[in-house]
């Protein structure tokens, strides 16, 4: 399984190369993953797919704090 760290790398990747578009391509890579039926690989991508939002998101998330 991915750490946290891994999954948010990816997604910041993934925004670097397809900005707002990212999330959907992390979801078409988890559908991917679901066709070849890799259960795993699949929960991955869709872990990206949620951190790619998070990230390209205007509100901060309940747990962040600003300086």
């Given at each position: 399984m991915a750490t946290d760290s891994e999954i948010?790398?990816?997604a910041n990747l993934l925004i670097q190369e397809f900005g707002?578009?990212?999330p959907i391509g992390a979801q078409v890579k988890a559908d991917q993953m679901q066709d070849r039926g890799d259960r795993s690989a699949r929960?991955?991508?869709?872990?990206v797919a949620r951190a790619?939002?998070?990230l390209l998101?205007?509100?901060s998330p309940d747990h962040a704090t600003l300086n």
């Open positions: 948010y790398r990816a707002d578009m990212a929960s991955v991508w869709l872990r790619t939002q998070e998101s205007d509100s």
